[in-house]
């Protein structure tokens, strides 16, 4: 007896071929317009920080977090103690102001001022003209002098003296003329008039040294 064998078409073959893939494809969670997403674990996913938008540039990648903002109270600088406890540190304290500052008497404050430069007192002085200052080692003492003391020469000492000059100068000092010293002197313009160039006018190249002198009235001190 002849048996007859059923071949299938190729058709049905291709047909059945496609609905196992598709079978196997709907089996790992693909669909046909969804990509398969992964299964969900015991491990809870990380949560991204919320961000809000604020104006301006968008913040680089890998920048450096910003500082800080100080607050608006006045921070009180401290110090460290011993006991690892920081102490406040005390503020400077300030001179007072008005009739009891420094203004008012700079000498209470180590500084010049009327009381402690010029002639001092109970000095008396003979009236003299201009004074040519041209031996060396010369000291002119005791002077109240009308007019300028012309220095040529070294080593010459003025003190306890007044000079009022009215002319382009009150002392000048003339090239050669070392060391020059003016102390407890007071050298000025003559009130009302106009103001001399220096009160002490340096054309030398040394420097001399004025100690405890009322220099005022001129246009220039030194």
Excluded: F
């Excluded at 060391?179 to 106009?194: C, V």
């Amino acid at each position: 007896m002849t048996h007859s064998v059923h071949r299938p078409s190729r058709r049905r073959v291709a047909v059945l071929g496609v609905l196992a893939v598709a079978a196997g494809l709907s089996a790992l969670g693909w669909s046909d317009h969804q990509e398969r997403t992964p299964a969900a674990d015991s491990t809870p996913a990380a949560t991204t920080p919320a961000v809000t938008a604020t104006s301006g540039p968008p913040p680089t990648a890998g920048a450096a977090a910003a500082a800080p903002v100080p607050s608006l109270g006045t921070a009180i600088p401290t110090t460290p103690s011993r006991s690892g406890t920081p102490t406040p540190t005390p503020s400077p304290t300030r001179r007072p102001a008005g009739p009891t500052g420094c203004a008012a008497s700079p000498s209470a404050c180590g500084y010049p001022d009327g009381s402690n430069t010029g002639v001092p007192n109970g000095v008396a002085l003979r009236p003299s003209k201009s004074v040519d200052a041209d031996k060396n080692g010369q000291v002119i003492d005791g002077l109240d002098v009308t007019g300028e003391i012309n220095v040529v020469a070294s080593n010459v000492t003025i003190r306890n003296t007044r000079v009022t000059g009215g002319g382009d100068w009150v002392v000048v000092v003339r090239p050669g003329a070392a060391n020059l010293r003016i102390e407890d002197s007071e050298l000025q313009t003559p009130a009302g008039s106009p103001q001399d160039i220096a009160c002490v006018l340096n054309i030398g190249d040394t420097r001399p040294t004025i100690l405890r002198t009322d220099i005022h009235g001129c246009s220039a001190g030194v």
